[in-house]
T-cell receptor, first 112, second 116 residues
Framework: SQKIEQNSEALNIQEGKTATLTCNYTNYSPAYLQWYRQDPGRGPVFLLLIRENEKEKRKERLKVTFDTTLKQSLFHITASQPADSATYLCALTYSSASKIIFGSGTRLSIRP | ETGVTQTPRHLVMGMTNKKSLKCEQHLGHNAMYWYKQSAKKPLELMFVYNFKEQTENNSVPSRFSPECPNSSHLFLHLHTLQPEDSALYLC???????????????FGEGSRLTVL
């Protein structure tokens, strides 16, 4: 079965620095990969989607990369702010199945 | 109202109670989902409905019973639950396209369930 690992349970960085979160998967590559943000007690909110034939996607201070050789996606937040503190979820969809599989998330804390 | 609305936001129930969670989406989507989120575990897909028809049942115990009367409403009926069923139950919707599997999920705020 497919497995998703998000690099660490928690990440703590200084405001203004770039936060980099990792999503690794096993076996074959997904058709596309998504990143969601979840605040405590709230539902996840969609941020970005990247297809398997895309290397990089950007949206404002966010950047996602997708390396099918390494079986890895990186999620970057540049010029991080305390308001970026949240849990970030990686989610994969495979062409052989329609369901979306989520990782357990990385809790990001940005300290002033 | 906009987006995906879930009620109640919090629910405490005993193991012998019967209760229901409700979800309503105002996005015009044609697919709805129930996910379970337990502490430090990935979101677990429970049920998927496309055009009111159940297309996925991820080996969920029968004490959880979904109902989808139309594309905008989804219920999760709860009966004789166990304490380990305590979790955040999230509803989501998406727009399914015949020509593409690309879709993003729009989640509600969740219903926090505690089973005593």
């Amino acid at each position: 079965s497919q497995k998703i690992e998000q690099n660490s349970e928690a990440l703590n960085i200084q405001e203004g620095k770039t936060a980099t979160l990792t999503c690794n998967y096993t076996n074959y590559s997904p058709a596309y990969l998504q990143w969601y943000r979840q605040d405590p007690g709230r539902g996840p909110v969609f941020l970005l989607l990247i297809r398997e034939n895309e290397k990089e996607k950007r949206k404002e201070r966010l950047k996602v990369t997708f390396d099918t050789t390494l079986k890895q996606s990186l999620f970057h937040i540049t010029a991080s702010q305390p308001a970026d503190s949240a849990t970030y979820l990686c989610a994969l969809t495979y062409s052989s199945a329609s369901k979306i599989i989520f990782g357990s998330g990385t809790r990001l804390s940005i300290r002033p | 109202e906009t987006g995906v609305t879930q009620t109640p936001r919090h629910l405490v129930m005993g193991m012998t109670n019967k209760k229901s969670l409700k979800c309503e989406q105002h996005l015009g989507h044609n697919a709805m989902y129930w996910y379970k989120q337990s502490a430090k575990k990935p979101l677990e897909l429970m049920f998927v409905y496309n055009f009111k028809e159940q297309t996925e049942n991820n080996s969920v115990p029968s004490r959880f019973s979904p109902e989808c009367p139309n594309s905008s409403h989804l219920f999760l009926h709860l009966h004789t639950l166990q304490p380990e069923d305590s979790a955040l139950y999230l509803c989501a919707s998406s727009q399914e396209r015949a020509t593409s599997m690309l879709r993003e999920l729009f989640f509600g705020e969740g219903s926090r369930l505690t089973v005593l």
